[in-house]
């Protein structure tokens, strides 16, 4: 069995115990006394043992210690996955959204998701889910807005005459009716 991965000299262990209490992460302080723990002297197996993991996550700590210090072992936010569309992808997004479709070219009078993926499969040959090119639009500023559909053949003139020619009983109060009695 080959020895374990030599800790740093410049701390010892009285002094990962007072920077446990110090800390408020609790997962850097789990991590301290687990390492406080082999510069006592004792073995890794007891030191994942106070730590509650494995040897090799103990390892795993020894590492990141040797590397950053105790800064090594404070929780870090997972990177994620990387963008797919760059800014050069946006820019060109933004002119497209905001030209608008040209009916006889794009098929349609207003932009849809579905649409905009296609186009980005056209145009870059990137391969986006309608609910990623949502959220980048919404990080860019734009809603989802439906506008209310019209008739193409709808005429001003015949609903004005539509509403002049009945009175507006359903607009008066209850207190102005006349009551019915039974």
């Not at 030599?6 to 006394?33: P, V």
């Not at 507006?168 to 039974?182: D, E, G, I, K, Q």
Request: charged content about 25%; hydrophobic content about 40%; glycine content about 10%.
């Amino acid at each position: 069995m080959r020895p374990g991965i030599e800790l740093r000299t410049d701390y010892d262990a009285s002094r990962l115990r007072a920077l446990a209490r110090t800390t408020r992460n609790a997962g850097q302080s789990r991590r301290l006394l687990a390492l406080a723990e082999i510069y006592d002297g004792g073995t890794r197996t007891k030191a994942a043992r106070v730590g509650g993991v494995g040897l090799q996550t103990v390892r795993d700590w020894v590492v990141r210690f040797n590397a950053h210090g105790p800064e090594g072992l404070v929780d870090g936010k997972a990177p994620g996955n990387v963008c797919k569309l760059s800014a050069h992808h946006r820019e060109a997004l933004l002119a497209l959204v905001e030209s608008g479709p040209i009916p006889a070219a794009h098929g349609g009078v207003r932009w849809r998701l579905k649409d905009l993926v296609h186009w980005l499969w056209g145009e870059f040959r990137i391969e986006v889910s309608q609910t990623t090119l949502g959220r980048e639009l919404r990080a860019l500023g734009y809603r989802k807005l439906s506008a209310r559909p019209r008739h193409h053949a709808k005429s001003e003139a015949a609903v004005a005459a539509f509403k002049k020619s009945f009175p507006r009983v359903w607009r008066r109060s209850r207190s102005t009716r006349p009551m019915v009695s039974r």
